[in-house]
């Protein structure tokens, strides 16, 4: 399913579990917002907006601040490289698939 959250000015949205980590989300780049049936916070809206239909054009202020915060595990290689546990698993696979790849090629001489 599809929604959208309008955020007025001085708002704060937390995304987490499911929301963060599987769905997509992001900021359009335009000068007004819109709202639409999908637009899930429409009762919530206050001051001018409070009982907006869909259909409605609020336009944005100059200036939006996004600010995104990780919880992440942090791992410092021997030259202070920080590596996340992602990337760890990855470099780990790329590992395997490259011994793999030499394995085969002695097999094949």
């Given at each position: 399913?599809?929604?959208?959250?309008?955020c007025?000015?001085?708002?704060?949205?937390?995304?987490?579990?499911?929301?963060?980590e599987t769905?997509w989300?992001?900021?359009?780049?335009?000068?007004?917002?819109?709202?639409?049936?999908?637009?899930?916070?429409?009762?919530?809206?206050?001051?001018?907006?409070?009982?907006?239909?869909?259909?409605?054009?609020?336009?944005r202020?100059?200036?939006?601040?996004?600010?995104?915060?990780?919880?992440?595990?942090?791992?410092?290689?021997a030259?202070?490289?920080?590596?996340?546990?992602?990337a760890?698993?990855?470099?780990?696979?790329?590992?395997?698939?490259?011994?793999a790849?030499r394995?085969?090629?002695?097999?094949?001489?």
């Amino acid at each position: 399913p599809s929604t959208s959250v309008l955020c007025q000015p001085n708002s704060l949205l937390v995304f987490r579990s499911d929301a963060y980590e599987t769905h997509w989300h992001g900021i359009e780049s335009v000068h007004e917002d819109v709202l639409a049936a999908h637009t899930g916070n429409t009762a919530a809206l206050s001051g001018s907006l409070q009982g907006a239909n869909a259909g409605a054009a609020v336009p944005r202020g100059e200036r939006r601040v996004s600010l995104t915060v990780r919880r992440v595990l942090k791992i410092k290689d021997a030259e202070d490289r920080i590596f996340t546990e992602d990337a760890m698993a990855e470099g780990q696979r790329k590992d395997k698939w490259w011994l793999a790849s030499r394995c085969e090629e002695g097999l094949s001489r």
